[in-house]
């Protein structure tokens, strides 16, 4: 059985950082792209992040480029995501999603074929 597992999550004020993770078990994480979503209230999820099977290659939206970095460990079977200088904005559930559909990844959600449960991310001002 796969799971996804997010943690991480919290309220921080705008301005400061916080670091999700994802846990992976039940497939061979090295074959899976992984991708970090976002839902705000009322909103569509929308992409995050993504970063390739090896770790090489990871791409962001444009509303978090220069703020938020994808890394990955496959010893681990972990995802990580580093978020700095947050936004109220960037308040949303985050999901890590794994997707082997693609390369290096893809942006769209119905391209991941696993999703964790979220973790809820909320930015004060």
């Known amino acids: 059985q796969v799971q996804l597992v997010e943690s991480g999550g919290g309220l921080v004020q705008a301005g400061g950082s916080l670091r999700l993770a994802c846990a992976a078990s039940g497939l061979t994480f090295s074959n899976y792209a992984m991708g970090w979503f976002r839902q705000a209230p009322g909103k569509e999820r929308e992409f995050v992040g993504a970063i390739s099977r090896s770790g090489t290659i990871t791409d962001s939206t444009d509303s978090v480029k220069g703020r938020f970095t994808i890394s990955r460990d496959n010893a681990k079977n972990t995802v990580d995501l580093q978020m700095n200088s947050l936004k109220p904005e960037d308040t949303a559930v985050y999901s890590c999603?794994?997707?082997?559909?693609?390369?290096?990844?893809?942006?769209?959600?119905?391209?991941?074929?696993?999703w964790g449960q979220g973790t809820q991310v909320t930015v004060s001002s």
């Open positions: 999603a794994a997707g082997r559909r693609s390369s290096p990844f893809s942006t769209r959600e119905y391209d991941y074929d696993y």
